[in-house]
């Protein structure tokens, strides 16, 4: 029993987590018992692998800074929006990400493409992929902040570092002069290499005028229109549905 407990004691001060409470639970329980050698040591292995991973994880998700939770599994395929349950299933295996390709989601308000943005950074979240969200208006005023303080260098190899990078709302704000600066910057350090999940009201079409000024607008969609998947929704906006059903039993 000492050794079992100089062994715990070791395992804590190794920060072997995972494996500490397996055999923990493995001497309270005589599992052990029912193992061979080799099975009880796969699975201890095992476990520190799981909690090691699960951890991971749960840094990853708290980093991304989502808005809300959202899981791909939850997603209600029944709701009359064009949203094609082939596409979006193909699309949580994340190809798209390992391919470095970027992904518009664009459709009315309300119709659930933050939603569908967030839960495929989520799903990027438990398959070891970097991800930020990011709302483009508040990220825009971010940077504009860390220009004005001399750190923008800094910020803009945080958001180059990131595998998948969600701008959310993107057009709901004009851009300036120096927002389409910036928004070039991103582009430009990420295209080819990352990621981009960018989701707008406004159609693909019409995002040359919303980003204003045409050599900047030109340089910004030829790099990312081309190659990226596109997800139209369509359809009233879910929020007032869900409204509409609660009144009812007002």
Known sequence: MEMNK??????????????????????????????????????????????RRNRAVERAVKSANFRYKANVEEIDFSIERGMDRNQILRLAELGFVKEHKDLFVTGSTGTGKSYLATALGYQACQKGFKVQYASTARLMGQ????????????????????????????????FDAQTRGLLLDIIEDRHGKKTSIITSQIPVKDWYDIIGEKTIADAVLDRIVHQAVRVELTGDSLRKKNIKKESVYL
């Open 143 to 174: 940077l504009k902040a860390a220009k004005a303080k001399g750190t923008i260098l800094l910020e803009l190899k945080k958001i180059e570092r990131m595998d998948v990078l969600i701008l959310d709302d993107f057009g709901i704000q004009p």
């Open 6 to 51: 100089e062994t715990l004691e070791k395992m804590q001060q190794m920060r072997l987590q995972g494996m500490y409470y397996a055999f923990k639970t493995s001497l309270e329980t005589l599992r052990m018992e029912s193992m061979t050698i080799d099975q009880f040591v796969s699975w201890l292995v095992s476990s520190e692998w799981d909690d």
